[in-house]
């Protein structure tokens, strides 16, 4: 927006000098033109006054100001006689004295004027008189034709008058040139004070994309930004307020929610202890694993509500170095069934990507968590980190499982949706759907597709930030459950 305002204004300023400028220049050149025509004009009459008179100090007269013409003009003459092939001493005779100029003045009396050329003018002006016997000493009777006894010609160099006009166009295109410069620095400096308040607004706005509620706009500028500044600020304000009442329900719910069904299964379990009738044992097995399942939904609705708050800002992470931390807490896990964990890649690639803090470690443990759970005894999951250009990490996490359809991968991140897999059937439904939360308000992106000879392969691609600092590794913990 800026540099299209600074383009117009200069645009503007450019057509208002050219209205006023170019019309000046012309009248100018133009001016500079009939001032030297009549000027060469009147010499050319004076001498051939002086030939008119036919006597011999009247021709000396003529030729010493030729001579002085020549020596302080860029201008030479020339003189032909009446019948065009005769010189008049003591002036020599013309390189061409038959020429259509000498003609049409000795003939007719027709004074030419010839500029060379029809654009400004050529190298050189050629201005022909014709000479009338005694006009200058004796005026003619009335009636009585003029005799014609000579023509003069002035050859009138224009190299002066051409540097001349540079100079016009010259000084003019330069200070164009000075008054657009000035235009274009006085345009970004008032650009960028009329757009200031919108970049404003644009800042806040990112910071707030990016988690940031405390983000605000200063209330500055035009009236309409002004407005519009305000408005933006209330409705952070009270998302803001939103979002908290949100974390306050989120913590009220993880307390109330938790406590009764731990006490539940605990309950379950003095029962189990306790009874030895098969049948019981049975429903009481049963009623634990429903327990434990519930309390996997809660703790999943609950890491989906805090996900969809999105409280806090994406930063720079070391990609590989938190896979290797996740997997080492995984590889207990799988070490009981038998399942290898390997993690591929270029040694060097260790892309540094941007995540909000915990968000990564969830994503890895939900779909490690899903991957060991599909995966066969003594299988293989292979972890994949990659770049894929500079603006993007991928994360790749592949199993031997028994894959998904078309139809369940375009399904599976939607909420509380569960295949036919085992995850079908212990899973809570929310896994892939944290899992996808997470990875998009990160600015990522997360896709399913088949793995090479069978299974299923998830996807994720993350945001680098390859010049950010350093972040120090989170220490290993607990895997966390899947969906």
């Known amino acids: 927006m800026i540099k299209r305002l600074i383009v117009s204004y200069v645009a503007l300023v450019a057509v208002a000098l050219a209205a006023f400028t170019v019309p000046v220049a012309f009248t100018l050149t133009a001016q500079l033109r009939g001032d030297t025509e009549e000027s060469v004009r009147r010499e050319a009459t004076t001498m051939a006054l002086l030939l008119g008179d036919g006597d011999e ?198 307390h109330q929610l938790r406590t009764p069904l731990t006490a539940l299964r605990l309950a379950l379990d003095n029962i189990a202890d306790g009874v030895d009738d098969d049948f019981v044992r049975e429903d009481v097995d049963q009623a634990t694993a429903e327990v434990v399942r519930m309390s996997r939904l809660v703790s999943g609705l609950l890491v989906l509500a805090r996900a969809e708050a999105k409280v806090a800002a994406p930063e720079p992470l070391a990609l590989r170095e938190l896979v290797e931390d996740r997997l080492n807490v995984w590889r207990p896990a799988a070490d009981e069934r038998g399942v290898t964990i390997r993690l591929t890649g270029t040694a060097d690639d260790a892309p540094r990507v941007l995540a909000g803090p915990g968000n990564l470690d969830q994503v890895l443990d939900n779909v490690l968590s899903n991957a060991l759970e599909v995966s066969p005894d003594r299988g293989t999951i292979t972890v994949r980190v990659e770049t894929c250009g500079p603006e993007e990490a991928v994360l790749e996490v592949l199993d031997q499982g028994p894959g998904m359809s078309a139809a369940e991968q375009a399904r599976a991140f939607d909420r509380f949706w569960r295949g036919q897999g085992l995850t079908g059937r212990t899973g809570s439904g929310l896994g892939l759907a944290i899992v996808k939360q997470l990875v998009t308000d990160d600015g990522g992106r997360v896709a399913l597709r088949d793995a090479p000879g069978g299974g299923l392969c998830v996807r994720i691609g993350l945001r680098t930030a390859a010049e950010a600092p350093r972040r120090i590794s989170p220490r290993p913990g607990a895997p966390r459950s899947g969906g």
């Open 57 to 254: 100090p009247a021709r000396q007269a003529l030729a010493r100001m030729a001579g002085a013409y020549a020596d302080e003009t860029p201008g030479t003459v020339e003189v032909v006689a009446a019948d065009g092939r005769s010189a008049v001493p003591p002036l020599p005779l013309p390189a061409q004295p038959d020429d259509p100029a000498f003609r049409e003045a000795l003939r007719r009396g027709v004074t030419t004027v010839d500029w060379g050329s029809r654009l400004v003018w050529g190298p050189e002006l050629v201005l022909t008189v014709p000479v009338y016997e005694g006009r200058h000493a004796v005026p003619h009777p009335a009636g009585e034709e003029e005799r014609i006894v000579g023509a003069v010609r002035i050859r009138y160099a224009t190299a002066d008058l051409t540097d001349r006009l540079w100079r016009i166009w010259g000084f003019r295109a330069i200070l164009a040139v000075g008054v657009l410069a000035v235009a274009a620095g006085l345009g970004a400096v008032v650009a960028r004070l009329l757009t200031k308040p919108l970049r404003q607004l644009n800042d806040m706005a990112s910071r707030f994309g990016d988690g940031d509620l405390t983000a605000r706009s200063p209330v500055t500028g035009p009236r309409e930004t002004r407005t519009l500044a305000r408005t933006l600020n209330q409705g952070a304000e009270r998302l803001d307020t939103l979002v908290a009442s949100q974390r306050i329900f989120v913590a009220d719910a993880s």
